[in-house]
């Protein structure tokens, strides 16, 4: 199964890619800059976590690696693999709706705390990536 051999790495059409779910020990990279934006990852088996400009952006449990992932003003997309089923928690916008998609089926929508955290689960099968979107 793919892994980001950098553990942080620009994608030519401007997302990023992040996280290494092989890891027995956790791993970090600190202040990458991509774009105008400093990120930071912390990544293992257990978990990985992604901060953009010191602000809280994803996080996976168990770890996961995560593709391409890129944002937009009506929300954000990547694709995701992984060992087992995970929870996943994005930074979004504070008290906004979401609609949720997965591989192209709408889960439902999920309304963000006063914090702007959006959780959500997804069935991982360590055999093939998962394409995730999340739009207002």
Do not use: W
Request: net charge negative; charged share 30%.
């Amino acid at each position: 199964m793919a892994c980001v051999e950098e553990l942080l790495k620009s994608e030519p059409d401007g997302g990023i890619s992040f996280g290494n779910h092989l890891l027995s020990e956790k791993k970090k990279v600190e202040n990458f800059k991509a774009g105008n934006d400093i990120y930071k990852v912390k990544t293992f088996s257990e978990l990985t976590k992604l901060e953009k400009n010191d602000m809280f952006m994803f996080e996976s449990d168990p770890g996961t690696s995560v593709f391409d992932l890129k944002e937009s003003a009506d929300g954000v997309s990547f694709k995701i693999c992984g060992n087992e089923d995970a929870q996943i928690t994005l930074g979004l916008m504070e008290d906004t709706e979401y609609s949720v998609f997965v591989n192209g089926t709408d889960t439902g929508r999920v309304k963000t705390n006063l914090s702007g955290k959006l959780s959500f689960s997804v069935e991982l099968d360590e055999s093939k990536e998962v394409e995730i979107k999340i739009q207002k």
